[in-house]
């Protein structure tokens, strides 16, 4: 850093010196606006700085800026210097001083900063007005990242639980687990350390520890949870290349350290897309490209080696650009390439570095063909040795060389592999990938079928019967001869008819004193209200990615015709099976290959040939949280039905009508839901 701020400051110091011939120029720059005077006034926080031109300015100036040390340029075309000295010291606010510095008919402005600031510039009629405030990010001072800004609530917010884990892609996943969703987290990089503060959240006495998770294999090594005052501080130590991801779901809060495989070709590392350097400001005309590559390396701490076929001259100007995008633009000007080892990065032709890794290929073929080889075993634990053969051998992308050879030993299922140690460490890895423990998934399904049936029946039966006195003639019926009621006679035979059950009857009997007319009549009524459901839970577990299948009925037997005419018996199923394939997604999902089928026999509809059978199946893939539970499929049915008998013209008369028709209301729902409920029953690592 002291290498850039000498070489920046002998750029300033040059311009110094041009003060001394530009006395003469000025006489011949009649027409050009002047600087006649420079004022700067702190107010809060702002730093104001107030320039009076000759002539209003047309434009505002373009500027640009550098962070080490903390300055900012502006350049006047067509001016002069009129204030009679070239520096002057301020110390107002974050303003050390001042340099003006007039190059032929170019004035520039440089105010030497206490830190890094932005400033917004206006024009007012012949003054230039300046307001700078210090940056968001200053320098030298560790970026904080706030995750969520504090909720005011009545409560008091605490950690309730801190969880260790390592995920699949070998990271280390912190769970905090806060009493309250509200809470103001705030993330920065301290050093090498990551620090989570967590704003008015207290922690347990037992959580207040130091968890050592090395043995975890993660980039993490230890966990610290103190209580800083009124605050939870959370010191995270990792090793080696990393970057980290932060979120909260409802009162979990999780950051996850992921560990980072160094790209040789990246100038910064991490998963992170675009340019991630610190940036910086450039401005030089015609410099030497291997001389503008060293002020890069210096600035950046960087090793860079540069080929000796590098050279030339570029003019660059930037302002606040990344430093790997500001090498990026070089390289890609002058048609250089480069290649990164740890800190050190070596810049050449693009064509030289592809001529020496073609001669590095090749050597390293010929290395290949002329090395030793080397037989080692693999004991395979959780998948055949075979299928790894297989895996090795493949002619579409083969893994072991032209005299590598795999073979197996079924017994104790071992893997014996010969070949060029470079080769045995491809196969260590990949196998190390492959053989691991198939993780278990448990699915539950449940079948509801809920039915809901409603039915009204009223009917009538109604009779008369006349006896002349001699007796000798009877008409009608209703009553035999022992003086009781008879109905197998009567006139209008409309009674209820209902589904299920009996109906109520109320009978009623008119006759007149010589007992020689009666009139007999029955209404006969019934209303049913029935509710049911049926639950089918079948669950089965399998591994992941493998199928499985349960099932659990009966076998109706019915006879069969047989191709010489004899008869048989043969049997069908009638079960409950659920047939699934699960496969666990890299998120922790679960996507799932169903088959659901519920048969259940129908002995209303039973025939000589056989029982019939009612199926209910649905097939289908769906993708489900894990724990989580959706709905495959229903079907809704509803049966409405308003039956009428009667009698024609006496069924429509009024009042009496009803003695004359039959009515029946039929009202039945019926509903078929399925649910499946899967979850991942083998654990990673946890540690409490």
């Given at each position: 850093m002291?290498?850039?701020?000498?070489?920046l400051?002998g750029?300033?110091?040059a311009?110094?010196?041009?003060?001394?011939?530009?006395?003469?120029q000025?006489?011949?720059?009649?027409g050009?606006?002047?600087?006649?005077?420079?004022?700067?006034?702190?107010?809060?926080s702002?730093?104001?700085?107030k320039?009076?031109?000759k002539?209003?300015?047309?434009?505002?100036p373009?500027?640009?800026?550098?962070?080490?040390p903390?300055?900012?340029?502006?350049?006047?075309?067509?001016?002069?210097?009129?204030?009679?000295?070239?520096?002057?010291?301020?110390?107002?606010?974050?303003l050390?001083?001042?340099?003006i510095?007039?190059a032929e008919d170019?004035?520039?402005?440089?105010?030497?900063l206490?830190?890094?600031m932005?400033?917004?510039?206006?024009i007012?009629?012949?003054n230039?007005l300046?307001?700078?405030?210090?940056?968001?990010?200053?320098?030298?001072a560790?970026?904080?990242?706030?995750?969520?800004r504090?909720?005011?609530?009545?409560?008091?917010?605490?950690?309730?639980?801190?969880?260790?884990r390592?995920g699949?892609?070998g990271?280390?996943?912190?769970?905090?687990?806060l009493s309250?969703?509200?809470?103001?987290?705030d993330?920065?990089?301290?050093?090498?350390?990551?620090?989570?503060?967590?704003a008015?959240v207290?922690?347990p006495g037992?959580?207040?520890?130091?968890l050592d998770?090395?043995?975890?294999?993660?980039?993490?090594l230890?966990?610290?949870?103190v209580?800083?005052g009124?605050?939870?501080?959370?010191t995270?130590?990792?090793?080696g290349?990393?970057?980290?991801?932060?979120?909260q779901?409802?009162?979990?809060?999780?950051?996850?350290?992921?560990?980072?495989?160094e790209?040789?070709?990246k100038?910064v590392?991490?998963?992170?897309?675009?340019?991630?350097?610190?940036?910086?400001?450039?401005?030089f005309?015609?410099v030497?490209?291997?001389r503008?590559?060293?002020?890069?390396?210096e600035?950046?701490?960087?090793?860079m080696?540069?080929?000796?076929s590098?050279g030339?001259?570029?003019?660059?100007i930037?302002k606040?650009?990344?430093?790997?995008?500001?090498l990026?633009?070089?390289?890609?000007?002058?048609g250089?390439?480069?290649?990164k080892?740890?800190?050190?990065?070596?810049?050449a032709?693009?064509?030289?570095?592809?001529t020496?890794?073609?001669?590095?290929?090749?050597?390293?073929?010929?290395?290949g063909d002329?090395e030793?080889?080397?037989?080692?075993s693999?004991?395979?634990?959780?998948?055949?040795?075979?299928a790894?053969q297989?895996?090795?051998?493949?002619?579409?992308?083969?893994?072991?060389s032209?005299?590598?050879?795999?073979v197996v030993?079924?017994?104790?299922?071992?893997l014996?592999v010969?070949?060029?140690?470079?080769?045995?460490?491809?196969?260590r890895?990949?196998?190390a990938?492959v053989?691991?423990a198939?993780?278990?998934?448990?699915?539950e399904?449940?079948?509801?079928?809920a039915?809901d049936?409603f039915?009204?029946?009223?009917?009538?039966r109604l009779?008369?019967?006349?006896?002349f006195p001699?007796g000798?003639v009877?008409v009608?019926?209703?009553?035999?001869?022992?003086g009781?009621l008879d109905?197998?006679?009567?006139?209008?035979?409309?009674?209820?008819?209902?589904r299920?059950?009996?109906p109520?009857?109320?009978?009623?009997?008119?006759?007149?004193?010589a007992?020689?007319?009666?009139?007999?009549?029955?209404?006969?009524?019934?209303?049913?209200?029935?509710?049911?459901?049926?639950?089918?839970s079948?669950?089965?577990?399998?591994?992941n990615?493998?199928e499985?299948i349960i099932?659990?009925?009966?076998?109706?037997?019915?006879?069969q015709?047989?191709?010489?005419?004899?008869t048989?018996?043969?049997?069908?199923?009638?079960?409950?099976s659920?047939k699934?394939?699960?496969?666990?997604?890299?998120?922790?999902?679960?996507?799932?290959k169903l088959?659901?089928?519920?048969?259940?026999?129908?002995?209303r509809?039973?025939?000589?040939?056989g029982?019939a059978?009612?199926?209910?199946?649905?097939?289908?893939?769906v993708?489900?949280?894990?724990?989580?539970?959706?709905?495959?499929?229903?079907?809704?049915t509803?049966?409405?039905?308003?039956?009428?008998?009667r009698i024609?013209?006496?069924?429509?008369?009024?009042?009496?009508?009803?003695?004359?028709?039959?009515?029946e209301?039929?009202?039945?729902?019926t509903?078929?839901?399925?649910?499946?409920t899967?979850?991942i029953v083998?654990?990673?690592?946890?540690?409490?």
């Amino acid at each position: 850093m002291k290498q850039i701020r000498d070489y920046l400051l002998g750029l300033v110091a040059a311009g110094l010196l041009m003060v001394a011939t530009a006395s003469a120029q000025e006489a011949g720059s009649a027409g050009a606006n002047t600087i006649e005077s420079m004022n700067v006034v702190q107010q809060g926080s702002v730093l104001n700085v107030k320039l009076t031109f000759k002539e209003p300015l047309k434009a505002l100036p373009p500027a640009f800026s550098v962070a080490k040390p903390a300055r900012i340029a502006f350049d006047f075309a067509n001016t002069t210097n009129g204030l009679g000295k070239s520096s002057q010291t301020y110390n107002e606010g974050d303003l050390k001083s001042a340099n003006i510095v007039q190059a032929e008919d170019r004035t520039r402005l440089v105010l030497n900063l206490q830190k890094v600031m932005t400033y917004e510039a206006t024009i007012d009629g012949r003054n230039l007005l300046l307001a700078l405030v210090p940056s968001a990010a200053t320098q030298g001072a560790a970026v904080v990242e706030h995750f969520a800004r504090a909720q005011p609530t009545e409560t008091v917010n605490s950690v309730r639980d801190i969880v260790f884990r390592r995920g699949k892609g070998g990271e280390g996943r912190i769970t905090v687990d806060l009493s309250d969703a509200n809470a103001g987290i705030d993330i920065r990089q301290q050093g090498s350390n990551l620090v989570v503060d967590f704003a008015n959240v207290t922690v347990p006495g037992a959580l207040r520890k130091r968890l050592d998770v090395t043995d975890f294999g993660t980039p993490v090594l230890t966990v610290n949870t103190v209580q800083k005052g009124a605050n939870a501080r959370m010191t995270i130590t990792p090793n080696g290349l990393w970057e980290h991801n932060a979120y909260q779901s409802d009162n979990q809060f999780v950051i996850e350290v992921k560990p980072v495989i160094e790209n040789p070709n990246k100038l910064v590392q991490g998963s992170r897309g675009g340019y991630q350097g610190e940036k910086l400001s450039l401005n030089f005309q015609n410099v030497d490209v291997r001389r503008l590559l060293q002020v890069i390396g210096e600035f950046t701490g960087m090793n860079m080696v540069v080929s000796d076929s590098v050279g030339g001259a570029i003019t660059l100007i930037l302002k606040d650009v990344p430093w790997d995008q500001a090498l990026d633009i070089i390289m890609q000007q002058k048609g250089l390439d480069m290649r990164k080892n740890g800190n050190v990065i070596l810049i050449a032709p693009r064509e030289e570095i592809a001529t020496k890794e073609k001669l590095e290929f090749e050597s390293r073929i010929q290395i290949g063909d002329l090395e030793p080889l080397v037989t080692e075993s693999f004991q395979m634990n959780y998948i055949k040795a075979d299928a790894i053969q297989k895996l090795l051998a493949d002619p579409k992308q083969p893994l072991l060389s032209k005299r590598g050879s795999a073979v197996v030993e079924e017994r104790s299922n071992i893997l014996f592999v010969k070949d060029t140690p470079s080769r045995l460490d491809e196969v260590r890895v990949m196998i190390a990938k492959v053989d691991i423990a198939a993780r278990q998934v448990m699915i539950e399904a449940r079948i509801v079928e809920a039915g809901d049936s409603f039915s009204k029946n009223l009917g009538v039966r109604l009779g008369w019967r006349q006896t002349f006195p001699d007796g000798a003639v009877t008409v009608g019926g209703g009553q035999n001869f022992s003086g009781q009621l008879d109905m197998s006679g009567t006139q209008v035979n409309l009674p209820a008819t209902p589904r299920t059950g009996s109906p109520g009857t109320l009978s009623f009997l008119l006759f007149n004193n010589a007992l020689t007319q009666f009139l007999t009549a029955e209404i006969s009524a019934l209303e049913a209200d029935g509710r049911g459901k049926v639950i089918s839970s079948p669950r089965v577990m399998t591994a992941n990615q493998v199928e499985a299948i349960i099932e659990q009925g009966v076998e109706i037997p019915y006879q069969q015709a047989t191709s010489s005419g004899a008869t048989s018996v043969s049997f069908r199923k009638a079960n409950l099976s659920l047939k699934v394939t699960p496969q666990i997604t890299p998120d922790g999902k679960i996507a799932m290959k169903l088959d659901v089928n519920k048969d259940t026999p129908n002995t209303r509809l039973s025939t000589g040939a056989g029982v019939a059978i009612d199926t209910k199946h649905v097939k289908t893939e769906v993708l489900v949280e894990n724990g989580g539970t959706v709905v495959i499929g229903g079907i809704y049915t509803q049966e409405t039905r308003n039956n009428t008998t009667r009698i024609p013209f006496f069924g429509d008369l009024p009042y009496i009508g009803f003695l004359f028709k039959n009515r029946e209301i039929i009202d039945d729902k019926t509903e078929l839901l399925v649910f499946i409920t899967p979850r991942i029953v083998a654990e990673n690592l946890a540690v409490r």
